[in-house]
């Protein structure tokens, strides 16, 4: 009975994680059909802003919900600015110069904070489950998913934000109809979801430490997960995350996490194999 | 028209010139970094090959590269010697992409979700290589040895004579030749109504399916040749490196390798090998010091290439040389040139 409230709560867990590191990568593809292929870098710095700012003695929960997404999300801005503007409608072109973003950033990093793990202790406690240890943060993060997962669908349902962003989802001349500027709403996109992938960065970091290379870590499950998932943002990303969060642990349980890993990938051919278009292209085609 | 003609009026001249050089390099330069230069530029020959006249971009072409090191080290462990497992090499990687090939180009798959599907296979080859550590994971004789890869295979010898190893300058020949033959069967290949559907695709996929092609057979068909040709660079590199990790498959290897590709020009033969060849110098120099990361300047070389020079710097170069000379000969004599050689621009060199 405890064992199986372990296995429940790490799937519970691996759903949570994937739709956090999906989520911002989600909405820029599903908003602007622009693949991020620096997603998993934009993950890594929000990890080393939150990081660095609780060893500068700043409050953890502050730097990791506050500071985090505003750093990545000015990050975001100016790639956004200087890189992604040029290349809309150049879909393998965004692949390829996010690409090269990802590298610079995994340099870059490298540079200021050497090539060495740099972690941070989790500021919840382990608790006991019947015999088994239990990672308290892991709590967190769970719950941080579901407020933000709840906070989007609010958002994108009932606000003239939401409206806007749910037009752009549709084409360009959606938004440009209801009055605003297509680019505009891009860039405000970009911003945004840079933020979300640098909350994602903050609230994971204490519980897995960073390298610079701990972008590709992020950058392959998110992309699985928001391709897997298709155009619709909340729908997608969340059915595809769970399927891939049970099959990943019900397997890592069975046969080790690198066949539960491979498991995953090896789910994902065959998905994207049979449903090109994505799970939503199928189903809950009038989801958000 | 035969293929061997059309591959004959233009460049015999520049590639005589180019063997010629190839062949006195090692009396002026390191043979051992030659070596591996020209290793480089096959891997990035045989992406730009499928990429550049196909249009079909691999984002995990390390696949192919890492299996060709992996089928060679394994099968020359087992047999001691190294003619079948040099075929070996190049058939293994050829045969899964057939497979993986068939399994996209038949699901009508294409662009972003090649690309993820690439990119992915990749991946699972390296999650998998990287977990083989033990004495259960053995094929044959051959340990895969997990993280640490493979050690102390048997290198080239000479075809029939294993007790006699090649080392220092021959297989600087081997890869010279291997890169030199490559090139040629890629030329006869474009110059074939095969080459000529590829770049048909390319430029119109649902014209060229109207036609009556089978488009997926095809695209197929150029994957599997070129991840032969991948296969063959990572087999020689195994004998530069005399060890195989599951590195090889790593994402790091999958973007250089398309940087090359890209940096040195889509759609030319010669822009890639250039491509790799200078980049890959420059990756050695880099190595060399501590100050500058190596993929910060990689990252920005890819940034700065999309961004300004999408086509790459030989296509690039070429265009502004073809500008500069019709200018000077008149636009009608040129248009006639044009129609002589029947090419597009994006086939020359």
């Known amino acids: ?288 | 028209m035969t293929g061997w003609r059309s591959i004959g009026r233009v460049q015999w001249g520049w590639f005589v010139a180019a063997a010629a050089v190839l062949a006195l390099l090692p009396l002026a330069f390191d043979t051992h970094t030659a070596t591996v230069l020209l290793i480089w530029a096959l891997f990035a020959m045989s992406l730009g090959l499928m990429w550049g006249f196909a249009g079909l971009l691999s984002f995990g072409h390390s696949a192919y590269f890492g299996l060709g090191a992996y089928a060679y080290a394994i099968s020359s462990v087992n047999m001691g010697e190294s003619t079948i497992p040099l075929v070996l090499a190049v058939l293994v990687p050829a045969l899964f992409a057939a497979v993986v090939g068939a399994m996209m180009f038949y699901g009508r798959i294409s662009d972003v979700y090649m690309g993820v599907i690439t990119l992915v296979v990749t991946l699972i080859l390296f999650k998998f290589m990287s977990a083989t550590a033990g004495d259960a994971y053995r094929i044959g004789d051959a340990r895969l040895g997990g993280f640490n890869g493979i050690p102390g295979f048997p290198t080239l010898n000479l075809p029939g004579f294993p007790e006699i190893s090649l080392y220092g300058v021959p297989p600087y020949y081997v890869c010279a030749a291997s890169l030199l033959l490559c090139y040629l069967l890629s030329r006869w290949i474009l110059a074939r109504s095969f080459g000529r559907v590829l770049v048909g695709i390319r430029e119109n996929e649902a014209r060229c399916e109207l036609m009556g092609y089978d488009v997926a057979l095809y695209k197929t068909g150029i994957f599997t040749i070129s991840a032969g040709m991948a296969g063959l660079a990572g087999c020689l590199f195994a004998n530069w490196a005399e060890i195989v990790t599951p590195g090889l498959f790593a994402l790091g290897q999958a973007a250089e390798v398309l940087i090359w590709v890209i940096a040195g020009g889509l759609g030319t033969l010669i822009g890639p090998i250039l491509g790799a060849m200078a980049l890959g110098m420059v990756k050695l120099l880099l190595g060399q010091q501590t100050l500058i990361d190596n993929s910060l300047v990689l990252g920005a070389i890819l940034i700065v290439v999309v961004l300004a020079i999408p086509r790459g710097v030989v296509p690039t170069v070429q265009r502004a040389w073809g500008w500069r000379t019709r200018t000077r000969r008149g636009r009608a004599k040129a248009a006639s040139a044009r129609r002589r050689l029947g090419g597009s621009p994006g086939e020359s060199a």
Request: some cysteine.
């Open chain 1, 1 to 288: 009975m405890d064992y199986a409230g372990v296995v429940l709560l790490e799937v519970l867990y691996m759903i949570a994680f994937l739709a956090l590191t999906s989520a911002g990568l989600a909405i820029v593809f599903g908003m602007m059909r622009v693949i991020n292929l620096a997603h998993g870098e934009f993950v890594m710095l929000g990890g080393y802003t939150t990081i660095a700012c609780a060893r500068a003695g700043i409050d953890i929960y502050f730097a990791m919900l506050v500071l985090a997404p505003l750093v990545v999300g000015i990050w975001g801005l100016i790639v956004e600015r200087l890189i992604i503007r040029f290349l809309y409608g150049r879909m393998i072109d965004t692949m390829l110069a996010t690409w090269g973003l990802s590298l610079l950033m995994v340099g870059a990093v490298t540079l200021i904070f050497g090539s060495s793990a740099v972690s941070v202790p989790a500021p919840i406690p382990g608790y006991r489950l019947g015999s088994y240890q239990m990672g308290g943060y892991n709590l967190f993060i769970i719950a941080v998913t579901i407020l933000l997962v709840l906070a989007l669908w609010f958002m994108l349902r009932f606000t003239r934000a939401g409206l806007i962003a749910r037009g752009a989802m549709q084409g360009p001349d959606v938004v440009a109809s209801l009055g605003y500027n297509p680019r505009k709403v891009y860039m405000i996109t970009f911003t945004a979801g840079a933020a979300l992938s640098g909350l994602a960065g903050g609230v994971l970091a204490p519980l897995t430490g960073l390298l610079p290379s701990s972008g590709g870590a992020y950058i392959a499950k998110a992309f699985i997960t928001v391709i897997t998932g298709g155009a619709a943002v909340i729908s997608g990303t969340l059915s595809s995350a769970a399927l891939f969060g049970v099959i990943n642990q019900l397997t890592s349980f069975g046969a080790g996490p690198v066949i539960g890993e491979i498991a995953m990938l090896a789910l994902a051919i065959v998905l994207l194999r049979l449903m090109p278009q994505g799970i939503t292209g199928r189903f809950f085609r009038n989801g958000t």
